[in-house]
């Protein structure tokens, strides 16, 4: 079973930093790609980041950029997003997928192409 797990939500004033991990298991093949997305009460779900091992590419998403970084720890199957200089905009409930399914993914990937998704973990920034 592939399963995804998603941590480091908490509540944090402006200006704070956040670390978010998602850490994929259950598949063995060597090429994948993990994205967050999240989704404020009331609206839309935002792609906000992603990693591919597949290629090395990433994505951040302009409304985070400068701010949101995102790291990888292929060995752990694993991908963090820092999140500093938080904004109360940036409060939302955030999650990560996993996209398997095609060999040649590249970042950035529409929400549809992930395969598996974690709960989500939440983030509250106040100001």
């Known amino acids: 079973e592939v399963q995804l797990q998603a941590s480091g939500g908490g509540s944090v004033q402006a200006g704070g930093s956040l670390r978010l991990s998602c850490t994929a298991s259950?598949?063995?093949?060597?090429?994948?790609?993990i994205g967050w997305f999240r989704q404020a009460p009331g609206k839309g779900r935002e792609g906000v980041s992603c990693?591919?091992?597949?290629?090395?590419?990433?994505y951040v998403a302009d409304s985070v950029k400068g701010r949101f970084t995102i790291s990888s720890d292929n060995a752990k199957n694993t991908v963090y997003l820092q999140m500093d200089n938080l904004k109360p905009e940036d409060t939302a409930d955030y999650y990560c997928?996993?996209?398997?399914?095609?060999?040649?993914?590249?970042?950035?990937?529409?929400?549809?192409?992930?395969?598996?998704w974690g709960q989500g973990t939440q983030v509250t920034v106040s100001s």
């Open positions: 997928g996993v996209e398997i399914s095609g060999y040649g993914s590249s970042c950035p990937l529409p929400a549809i192409k992930y395969d598996y």
């Open positions: 259950g598949f063995s093949r060597g090429y994948y790609a």
């Open positions: 990693f591919s091992n597949k290629d090395g590419s990433t």
